[in-house]
């Protein structure tokens, strides 16, 4: 007990100072690693629930349940049980600046769709269910003009004129789909052999005068 003391009091003003900014900041980044870790576990307990049944089905009580905390935790988090879907769709949306390339290029043109799947296959546990029959038809809408946002600022003029609207929605709709079929059926198909389909499937003319529009 008195060596502990004298050496506190053999301590500087700074020293303590930065001996107690250092244990501030250690419990500080300590406290947010907990707290992601349970906004975390909130969300795994939801989406277990989610992928059972609708969400008007799901109860802030069975949520709280299953992942082990109180009621008042899961409101540190989220208003509701449909705040939770919806941080979870927008952490799956796409920033535009941080989207892989997505036009073709003359050198490369499987660019465009090995760069969804890889988008899609980051988080594709949620993407499927999402963009599944029991899931939120409000998504694929969200997503569809992230992407297409990303298409159209690389356009001459950032022109976007009916065509090229309708047009785009008709190609990332069918892209959506497949991949949305191809990882519920457990990627039973290479993804060379995928988008070698996909090409196949969306070499149209309407498409082609696109593709052709957006080359580089």
């Not at 050496?7 to 980044?29: E, P």
């Not at 795994?44 to 009580?61: G, M, N, Q, S």
């Not at 799956?92 to 465009?112: A, C, F, G, K, R």
């Not at 009916?162 to 990882?183: N, Q, R, V």
Request: net charge negative; aromatic share 12%; charged share 25%.
């Amino acid at each position: 007990m008195i060596l502990v003391y004298s050496t506190y009091k053999n301590y500087s003003t700074d020293n303590m100072n930065q001996y107690v900014g250092f244990y501030k900041g250690a419990v500080m980044a300590k406290y947010k690693e907990i707290s992601i870790q349970t906004r975390q576990n909130l969300i795994d307990a939801f989406w277990e629930l989610y992928c059972e049944k609708r969400i008007e089905k799901i109860t802030v009580r069975e949520i709280t349940t299953k992942a082990g905390y109180n009621r008042s935790t899961f409101y540190q988090y989220f208003n509701d049980v449909y705040d939770v879907l919806e941080q979870i769709e927008e952490s799956l949306l796409p920033n535009i600046e941080e989207m892989p390339p997505l036009l073709p290029t003359v050198y490369n043109e499987s660019v465009p769709i090995d760069s969804f799947i890889k988008l899609y296959s980051s988080s594709s546990k949620y993407y499927t269910v999402l963009l599944g029959d029991n899931g939120d038809p409000a998504f694929a809408g969200k997503m569809k003009n992230g992407i297409k946002a990303k298409l159209l600022e690389q356009l001459e003029a950032n022109e976007s004129t009916m065509e090229i609207d309708y047009t785009l929605e008709y190609m990332l709709s069918a892209m959506i789909g497949i991949l949305t079929y191809w990882f519920k059926n457990n990627e039973n198909m290479s993804k060379e052999d995928l988008v070698k389909l996909m090409y196949e499937l969306m070499n149209s003319e309407g498409i082609n005068k696109l593709v052709t529009k957006l080359k580089l």
